[in-house]
């Protein structure tokens, strides 16, 4: 979406790269209110776009992962996710390639259905949620050596049941879901 | 929430501390997950919890902030959003605080609405997402010096049309917006 010239826009007075991996590449910046005001310390976390799957099967099961989540400590129920390569032509063939990748499911019918932000205020990326409709078991999995989740399919009450009781920690998921809900009627 | 020892945690075999700043306290670690594979640089981000209010009115108006953020480098609609400090005595506590200092609004009755991760890999915190309803003007605002937003209050009709552009860029606050709109059954 284009957008207009942003009028509350902050001047970056100086920045810097205080760390560049794979995994976090942050700047420190110096910046300047529109009302004059600086912030001598400002930190932006680059990262590349994200992507994850609201995938259900031809008889509306729900494909989910369960993976540990080293920062927050504890193994959840999750939508499949994943990083944009940059040899994805687009956030969908990331999200098409993920969805293969860690639970083998493919084929059926996608759709963008929202795109939002772990937090705007210090991630510089995005995450394109897509609604895949349809899919079925197509290879077997693949995962990278670092990835450790298991596949599980939930019926439409089984993931209310994960809502109601607030187990649905990822906001980036949460987000998806519960628009999934209220958009077709469901709670 | 208490919960059962966790049979996928990874093992942490070297951690350090690669920033350790008010706004920015980064992690470097070598783990080892179950099946023995290591990841030598996991990065974790450690924040102290924070809050957000989705706040109505007596006349089941929405109450909004329109603020810059400046890593995605866009203004954009959001709800009351902040920090849990060390003088808040409960997540409670921080978000009447919040949602007083900016945009002036208190009063009425308050819920836990629910407690979601901006990126349970990356970040050691929660957010705690209140339901305050019945809120009403009771002091006049008070911003940090680096705060500079506008308060605005929206109708259903409005707020849903922000949430059909796909303009709630905060996954943190579309999550309990569309929460609430499917648990009320108004989309």
Excluded at 10 to 29: A, D, F, G, N
Excluded at 105 to 112: L, P, S
Excluded at 172 to 181: E, G, T
């Amino acid at each position: 979406m284009e957008r207009p010239k942003d009028e509350r826009r902050w001047k970056v007075i100086r920045s810097e790269y205080l760390h560049r991996k794979p995994w976090l590449t942050v700047r420190q910046e110096c910046v300047e209110l529109p009302n004059g005001n600086r912030i001598p310390e400002y930190y932006v976390l680059e990262y590349p776009d994200w992507v994850n799957i609201l995938a259900l099967t031809r008889d509306k099961q729900f494909v989910l992962v369960r993976q540990y989540r080293h920062a927050y400590g504890h193994t959840d129920y999750e939508l499949c996710a994943g990083v944009c390569d940059p040899e994805d032509s687009s956030p969908l063939e990331a999200a098409q390639r993920e969805l293969r990748e860690e639970t083998g499911y493919g084929n059926g019918v996608w759709q963008e259905f929202m795109t939002i932000s772990a937090n705007t205020s210090t991630h510089t990326n995005l995450t394109h949620c897509f609604l895949a409709t349809d899919v079925e078991p197509v290879v077997a999995r693949h995962l990278e050596a670092t990835e450790d989740l298991s596949v599980h399919l939930f019926s439409l009450e089984q993931l209310k049941d994960l809502l109601k009781q607030d187990l649905i920690k990822q906001s980036l998921m949460a987000a998806p879901l519960w628009k999934y809900m209220a958009e077709n009627h469901l709670f």
